[in-house]
T-cell receptor, first 113, second 112 residues
Framework: GDSVTQMEGPVTLSEEAFLTINCTYTATGYPSLFWYVQYPGEGLQLLLKATKADDKGSNKGFEATYRKETTSFHLEKGSVQVSDSAVYFC????????????FGPGTRLSVLP | EAQVTQNPRYLITVTGKKLTVTCSQNMNHEYMSWYRQDPGLGLRQIYYSMNVEVTDKGDVPEGYKVSRKEKRNFPLILESPSPNQTSLYFCASAVPRDNEQFFGPGTRLTVL
């Protein structure tokens, strides 16, 4: 079945450092790909998404590009802030929406001032 | 304000005592879903519903029931909770095919 693999962390960075969180996936067909963020004590929020190959999703300085050839959707940010400290989940939605919405294990990011 | 609400937010119970976690959304979404979140496992889907009276199993449905009698509500029922159901539970809703799910704040359940 479909699956998502991501680096589990925790990842600890200093403020203004460059961030990469790797995500790779296995899926049949043409899934949509997502990054969700979970701040402490809250539910998940959509951070960005891409629905087809070579699409780039971006939001709040974060970016990720849908790479079908490497089945990857790595999350990047050029300069992280303390307020970016959270857990980040990579996810995919397969062709049959709802029946295979799959999340990765999550990566905890801590940004130190 | 558009939102998904869950109640209770925290619950401690004992093995075998039936419980219900409520979920309600005010966005008129057809699709609703329940997940559990466990360390190192990410979110795993328990049940989902594509519309009123239409429900189906996700990846980990054992020990859970759901119902969808109204569009806005999607309660999660544990008929006989066991300690392995101790987890953080999230409800979510979406417009089908829109590919963005809106999540509730979570319910932390402890079964002793």
């Amino acid at each position: 079945g479909d699956s998502v693999t991501q680096m589990e962390g925790p990842v600890t960075l200093s403020e203004e450092a460059f961030l990469t969180i790797n995500c790779t996936y296995t899926a049949t067909g043409y899934p949509s790909l997502f990054w969700y963020v979970q701040y402490p004590g809250e539910g998940l929020q959509l951070l960005l998404k891409a629905t087809k190959a070579d699409d780039k999703g971006s939001n709040k300085g974060f970016e990720a590009t849908y790479r079908k050839e490497t089945t990857s959707f790595h999350l990047e940010k050029g300069s992280v802030q303390v307020s970016d400290s959270a857990v980040y989940f990579c996810a995919l939605s397969g062709d049959n929406y709802g029946q295979n919405f799959v999340f990765g294990p999550g990566t905890r990011l801590s940004v130190l001032p | 304000e558009a939102q998904v609400t869950q109640n209770p937010r925290y619950l401690i119970t004992v093995t075998g005592k039936k419980l219900t976690v409520t979920c309600s959304q005010n966005m008129n979404h057809e699709y609703m879903s329940w997940y559990r979140q466990d360390p190192g496992l990410g979110l795993r889907q328990i049940y989902y519903s594509m519309n009123v009276e239409v429900t189906d199993k996700g990846d980990v449905p054992e020990g859970y029931k759901v119902s969808r009698k109204e569009k806005r509500n999607f309660p999660l029922i544990l008929e006989s909770p066991s300690p392995n159901q101790t987890s953080l539970y999230f409800c979510a809703s979406a417009v089908p095919r829109d590919n963005e799910q809106f999540f509730g704040p979570g319910t932390r359940l402890t079964v002793l």
